[in-house]
C-alpha cells in the first residue's frame, strides 16, 4: 500500500485539460494497491480515481483492464468506470507512466468477513461472471495452472528456506495437478484476485468490486475457488465450511454451479493455494528490505496448502450441502 | 508518507459509535503527513479525515492542537475542524492510539508554487496569526533557537559525514544566534511548519491550512522567516526575491509588520533554516534502512543555510521593497 510515483499540480492540471471533468479541488494519494499508485481526485463535477501503473503491470494489457471494467460498468454491475478523454481515450500518461482516470466506487471493504458478508460476496462473484460476458477482449491466466511447474522451477531453494522439506512436497501437488487439473468446464472472465480487500460493502450489502488488474479468462469455479480460500480461513488456519457453504449459496443464488464444477471445487482451491502461494514465494525473496510494501507472508497460503492437501473433501462439503 | 496504523473496518464502526457522524460508506488511507496516520472517512453524514497519531507525536500536546484547531475554525479560519464525540471529546483512541476526526478541507497544494501563490501564502499565513489571538493555551517552540546547540551537539559527526567542515560552520551560525536572536518581537501561536504541503488553495485563491502539529508559542515573524524559506527557493537553490516580496507584502495586506520584525527577517530565515537543517540531520541518522518514509534531504537546508550566511540582506531586500 504505497504512492510510488509523485504527481504535481500541474502534470495533474495538464493531464486533466484532455478531459471534461472541470478542475481538480483535491488530489491525495490513497494507500490501496500493492502494484501501481492511486489518488483521490475530486473535481468541481465529482470524485474520481487516478490510477498510475507502474512497471509491474504490463502496459500492452491495459486496454484489456480498462475495456472490461467498462463494459462491466456498461453492463450494470458495480465496479469503477474508465472516463475517456475528448478524443475517447481512458489510457493517459502522466509523468511518462500510463495512467487512468476511473470513477469513484464508494463502499467498505471488510477485514474480517461474517458468513453473511461471505455469501454476498459469492453473489457480487456470480455477478460479475454474468456481467462478463460476452466481453470482446480476452487475455491468457499467465498465473494459471499451466505455469506454475515453471514459477516454482526457480523457486526451491526459497521454499526449503520457509521450511525444509517443502520442496518436496510442492512437487508432489505440481504432478497432482498436472494429472488431475479439471478441463472444459464452464468459463470466462474471472477476477482471480477477488480478496476481501477488493469488495466493497454498503452496510451488508455487496456494493461493488474494484482492482481487475489480475483479471482474465479461465474456468468461473477456479475464480470460486481464489475467493473460497481468500474468505472463508480463520486466523487460526482453520477451514470455515459455514462461511465457504454461505459463499457459495450465494453464488448460486446467481449462476447455479454444475455438478461437474461443484466436484471440481477441492482441487481448484487446493491450486488456489498454489497460485498464491508461488507469487508470495516470488515477492518474499525479491523484495528488497527497503521495500514501501512488505510482501504477503507465504507461509500463509503453505498453510491453506497443507489444508487441501490433507482433506480434499473439506471444499466439497462446503459446497455440497 | 505513509499509514503506519491499519484500522479494521470492526474497529471504525466501534469509533463511530460513540459520534452523531452517521455510519461509514467509504474509508481508504491517504498519504499525507509524515508523523501520523491519515485516512479519508466518508460517512453518509459528510468526508472527515481520521488521524491516528503515531509515538512522534506527543499525547500530552494533543489538547493544544487540537483546541487550536476548533479555536481557529470556529475564529474563521479555513481549517479542519475536530469532531467532538457525544461526550464532547475530540481525543479519543483507537486500537489503542491517539486519535481524532475532523472535517474535511478541500484544495489542492501546489509544488513549485508560483510568486501569486507565495503572495497567497503570506495572506493565509497573516490570517492565522490573527484567527489565533486569545487562544488560551500555550506550548513552548522546543524547536526554537534556544534548543539548536543541544540539538546540534550529537549530530557534529552527522554533519561532517555530510560535507567535511561542516561542523564548524554550524557552531559559527548556533554561536552568532546566541548573541544576535531577536528578542521582544509580537508573538503568539504560530503554525511553524507552513511549507507548501501544508497549504491549500482553492484556484488561485488561499483555501487553508492543515497540520497543525507544530503549532507553538513565538515570533510571528519567525513563522514568516520559516515560509520564506520554503516557498521562496527555486529548485537550482537560489532564492526568489520576487517570490519573497509578494510572500511578505501578501501578509501585511493583513497584518503589517513592525520595523522591528522587518529587520530581523534576514536573521530569523537564517534561523528558521537552522531548525529545519537540524531536524533532518537527526532524521537522516535516525532513519533505518527499511522505513516506510525516506527521511528528507538535509543539504537542502544547509544549501539555504548558506545563502542566508552568505547574503543575509536578501531576505531584508525581499521584504523591504
Not at 457459495?248 to 461437474?260: C, F, H, I, K, N
Not at 502461494?277 to 496448502?305: I, N, S
Amino acid at each position: 500500500m504505497a504512492v510510488y510515483t509523485d504527481i504535481t499540480d500541474d502534470e495533474l492540471a495538464k493531464l486533466l485539460a484532455d478531459f471534461d471533468l472541470g478542475e481538480a479541488v483535491s488530489f491525495k494519494g490513497i494507500a490501496e494497491g500493492v502494484s501501481n499508485s492511486n489518488f483521490l481526485l475530486e473535481t468541481d463535477q465529482g470524485r474520481f480515481i487516478l490510477t498510475v501503473y507502474e512497471s509491474r503491470t504490463r502496459q500492452e494489457e491495459l486496454p484489456f483492464f480498462l475495456g472490461l471494467m467498462r463494459w462491466l460498468a456498461e453492463h450494470g454491475y458495480p465496479c469503477a468506470t474508465p472516463m475517456a478523454d475528448r478524443g475517447g481515450e481512458a489510457l493517459k500518461r502522466v509523468r511518462g507512466k500510463p495512467c487512468a482516470i476511473v470513477s469513484f466506487l464508494p463502499g467498505m471493504s471488510v477485514r474480517r468477513p461474517s458468513v453473511a458478508r461471505c455469501r454476498e460476496a459469492g453473489v457480487g462473484l456470480a455477478g460479475l461472471h454474468l456481467a462478463a460476458e460476452g466481453f470482446p477482449l480476452s487475455r491468457v491466466n499467465d498465473l494459471g495452472q499451466a505455469a506454475w511447474s515453471g514459477m516454482f522451477a526457480p523457486l526451491h531453494a526459497a521454499a526449503e528456506a520457509l521450511k525444509p522439506g517443502l520442496a518436496q512436497v510442492i512437487e508432489g501437488d505440481l504432478t497432482r495437478f498436472d494429472a488431475a487439473w479439471p478441463k472444459g468446464l464452464p468459463g470466462g472472465v474471472i477476477h482471480a484476485d477477488f480478496f476481501p480487500d477488493n469488495v466493497f460493502f454498503h452496510g451488508a450489502e455487496f456494493a461493488g468490486a474494484i482492482d481487475f488488474y489480475f483479471a482474465c479468462n479461465d474456468a468461473f469455479a477456479y475464480d470460486v475457488a481464489i475467493a473460497l480460500n481468500a474468505w472463508c480461513f480463520e486466523l487460526d488456519g482453520s477451514f470455515n465450511i459455514t462461511a465457504a457453504r454461505a459463499m457459495v449459496a450465494g453464488y448460486e443464488s446467481v449462476r447455479p454451479l454444475s455438478p461437474a464444477e461443484r466436484s471440481a471445487l477441492p482441487i481448484l482451491a487446493h491450486g488456489a493455494a498454489m497460485r498464491f502461494f508461488l507469487t508470495r514465494l516470488q515477492d518474499w525473496g525479491a523484495t528488497p528490505a527497503d521495500a514501501l510494501v512488505k510482501p504477503h507472508d507465504p507461509l500463509e497460503y503453505e498453510r491453506k496448502l497443507a489444508v487441501h492437501r490433507a482433506a480434499p473433501d473439506l471444499v466439497l462439503f462446503g459446497a455440497s450441502a
